[in-house]
């Protein structure tokens, strides 16, 4: 559908930005802070880009007055954040540590000051350390109580104040990572085992939703999901049935048990078949069907297109996080599908389609299939960024990327999708799990590289251009 006339967004639209502990906090054993397995794993040889961590990060834990007094400038109304598990309980349960929560409250409360919106993020995969050393973190279904008991701390502490949640951040992205690919901790490559570790996780995303509704009764809570919509490489009926698979095992199986409580049937057979299919015991789908979300949390940042592999033919490959354009390998599931580059749509310097049309589907498509409102909760531009004499950072790509994201949000809108907000990844500059510090996404420059550095906070070009965004309601693009 083209429109002649784009819609005003609603008064009340959250324009806003987000982060997430690990890459923005530092301080990693300030306060009382437990380890978490990100802060073992990142120090094992060879994991990260050139062995970066988030020891420091951008130092957000010490910074964090000038960061939300920037965020204020720039007229922000939504910053979404992480709260970091083992902050609160430094060793996965039993004793609170009230240097953490303290932290956060002082946080929610500088928010608050500013009229800016807090949305808290209560997982983005900073498991601590402890609990995947005693029982495997989330292989193990006694995952499900820590969990809920450290949610429920932080609903006690924060109901009055923070109405929108975040429960699992990505964790669709995540495992995969962590149980098929071995480039997140624990590091294990085993198709089992993930589908088993996801199953858990799902449980314990429904069990902290239900309790939710206690706590916060007043409050919205949904996972975010990191949707990286579908597309068939061609009309040849393979290349359709490939992107029906992909969007059924990628997609589907994540949405379909968030939402209705079931996993998709073609996927649940296929893995039935293959003995891959997580155990279901009785009561788990009743408790996924108690613990349906209030709205979609949408992390969308590209389109993968989708063509036929036979069997014996590509296996799962690992991303670019170099930098270097052109290495990303087709990556696949042998007799399922693999991926194939798309011709019609330009790519970043790490291989990632840029497509603010497939964003409109992919609000279409869930809000179409579940009936829920939406939020964007990342959508950004990662990339390599020059500062300049007079302390320039002329980041024009950024700026036409959002520029046109923000377009298919409004479409979207026109199209009659229920959108709450659009958070921009990321406030600052953040460390990027596996790509270092010089992929960058804020829109303020942090000054430092895979070594260290000054830390500065220096507002790119993209900063103002937000700022007049939103000043004008999305009109003054
Ligand atoms: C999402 C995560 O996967 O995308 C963020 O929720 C992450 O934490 C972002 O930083 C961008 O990914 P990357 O790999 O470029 O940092």
Redesign the pocket.
């Known amino acids: 559908m083209h429109h002649h006339k784009l819609k005003d967004l609603p008064h009340d639209f959250l324009w806003g930005a987000a982060s997430?502990a690990y890459?923005v906090e530092g301080a990693w054993d300030a306060d009382g802070k437990g380890p978490s397995v990100w802060d073992l794993f990142t120090k094992l040889p060879g994991k990260t880009f050139e062995g970066s961590n988030g020891d420091v990060a951008v130092d957000h834990y010490h910074r964090m007055a000038e960061d939300v007094a920037l965020m204020a400038e720039m007229g922000l109304k939504a910053y979404r954040f992480s709260v970091s598990w083992p902050r609160i309980y430094p060793t996965g349960r039993g004793e609170v540590n009230e240097a953490g929560l303290a932290f956060y409250e002082k946080l929610i409360d500088t928010l608050l000051a500013h009229q800016i919106e807090p949305v808290l993020t209560l997982y983005?995969w900073d498991l601590p350390q402890a609990l995947q050393e005693e029982y495997g973190g989330w292989e193990d279904r006694r995952i499900i109580a820590d969990f809920e008991l450290y949610c429920v701390t932080l609903y006690q502490r924060f109901a009055g104040k923070v109405k929108y949640w975040v429960s699992l951040?990505?964790q669709n992205?995540n495992l995969t990572n962590a149980y098929q690919l071995g480039t997140h901790p624990p590091a294990v490559q085993d198709r089992k085992r993930f589908f088993a570790a996801n199953h858990i996780a799902f449980l314990a995303n429904a069990r902290v939703i239900k309790a939710f509704r206690q706590h916060v009764p007043n409050g919205l809570i949904g996972p975010?999901f990191?949707y990286s919509p579908a597309y068939p490489a061609s009309c040849d009926p393979k290349d359709m049935l490939a992107y029906e698979n992909a969007e059924e095992f990628n997609n589907l199986w994540w949405l379909d048990a968030y939402c209705f409580g079931r996993y998709p049937q073609a996927a649940l057979a296929y893995l039935r078949e293959n003995g891959e299919a997580p155990e279901i015991l009785p009561g788990d789908l009743a408790l996924l069907r108690e613990g349906t979300p209030d709205y979609i949390g949408v992390?969308y940042?590209y389109t993968l297109t989708y063509t036929d592999n036979p069997l014996g033919g590509q296996t799962l490959q690992r991303i670019n996080t170099t930098g270097k354009k052109g290495t990303t390998p087709s990556s696949g599931i042998p007799g399922l599908y693999k991926t194939a580059p798309n011709p019609h749509l330009e790519t970043s310097n790490?291989d990632w389609a840029i497509d603010p049309t497939g964003m409109r589907i992919a609000l279409r498509r869930l809000s179409s299939r579940y009936g829920l409102p939406l939020m964007i909760t990342?959508n950004g531009l990662?990339e390599f960024d020059k500062l300049e004499a007079g302390d320039k950072i002329n980041d024009e790509y950024r700026i036409d990327y959002l520029r046109s994201h923000v377009v298919a949000c409004q479409e979207a809108l026109q199209d009659g999708v229920e959108l709450l907000g659009y958070c921009a990844?990321?406030f600052t500059d953040?460390l990027?799990?596996?790509?270092g510090y010089q992929?960058r996404?804020g829109f303020v420059y942090v000054e430092r590289d895979e070594r260290g550095g000054s830390l500065r906070r220096i507002k790119k070009a993209s900063f103002h251009w937000y700022s007049q965004l939103i000043a004008s309601q999305g009109k003054q693009r």
């Open positions: 997430a890459q983005h951040n990505e992205y975010s990191a992390n940042y790490w990342e990662g990844w990321s953040i990027s799990w596996l790509n992929k996404y």
